[in-house]
């Protein structure tokens, strides 16, 4: 079993940055084939933002060449840096590793 905890969510002015980490527990998320960050906006689906799979990072198209994700093994953990925040980031982000979820992080991207 993994335990995930997300954190590094807040308000942020449009054009900011935030940084998000995903600290995993359990097991180690060396390994894990995929692992990712996604979002989910009011009254909206939840949706992939970043990817790792198999060692490959992907994007959607919405944030590529804003956001960049990152995996420290060491440290066992998942990371998410926003740059260029644009209000429609706004959205509560989880972090997914092998299939278990974190609890999610408010980012606001708001003047």
């Known amino acids: 079993q993994v335990q995930l905890v997300e954190s590094g969510g807040g308000l942020v002015q449009p054009g900011g940055s935030l940084r998000l980490s995903c600290v995993a527990s359990?097991?180690?998320?060396?390994?894990?084939?995929?692992v990712g960050w996604y979002r989910q906006a009011p009254g909206k689906q939840r949706e992939a933002v970043a990817s790792?799979?198999?060692?490959?990072?992907e994007y959607s198209t919405s944030v590529e060449g804003r956001f960049t994700i990152s995996r420290d093994n060491a440290k066992n953990t998942l990371d998410l840096q926003m740059n260029s925040l644009k209000p429609e980031d706004t959205a509560v982000y989880f972090c997914s590793v092998m299939g278990y979820w974190g609890q999610g992080t408010q980012v606001t991207v708001s003047s």
């Open positions: 359990g097991r180690s998320i060396s390994s894990a084939y995929r």
């Open positions: 790792i799979i198999a060692g490959v990072m």
